[in-house]
């Protein structure tokens, strides 16, 4: 069964083609380490809600906005020995390497984690 990977980020906004720089550079790592997509979706209606909401999640200021993606993989086992590989990547490749690639937002405020399917509905299935 697929496996998820989900993150929130709060992105300066007048970072957009940095961070679209960036999460290029580290999406191709994750495609060539076996996930089969990537969407990385630029906050478009991202309200705030009376009780919580993406914004405050991630503690997006005014001249922020939320970024909302998620990697697809065809199962765990492979996103887990993907994942396990990135940390020695992160020094040798410089498509994600922070001193070639720095993160184009504050990664202290990412919100991740990894997520199994239970409902999948796809048109014309």
């Known amino acids: ?16 083609q ?12 994750f495609i060539e380490q076996g996930a089969t997509r990537i969407l990385e979706c630029w906050g478009d209606d991202v309200k705030v809600g009376q009780w919580t909401d993406f914004r405050r999640a991630v503690q ?8 909302f993606a998620w990697v697809e993989w065809p199962d765990k086992p492979t996103r887990d020995e993907a994942m396990a590989r990135l940390d020695e990547m ?10 070639e690639n720095p993160m184009p937002f504050d990664g202290k405020r990412m919100i991740f984690g990894g997520f199994e399917p239970v409902v999948v509905l796809e048109q014309g299935t």
């Open 90 to 99: 992160m020094k040798t490749d410089p498509r994600v390497a922070p001193a």
């Open 60 to 67: 997006a200021t005014d001249d922020e906005t939320v970024v």
């Open 1 to 16: 069964m697929s496996y998820v990977d989900g993150f929130v980020i709060a992105v300066p906004t007048a970072n957009k």
């Open 18 to 29: 940095q961070f679209i720089d960036h999460a290029s550079r580290f999406d191709a790592l």
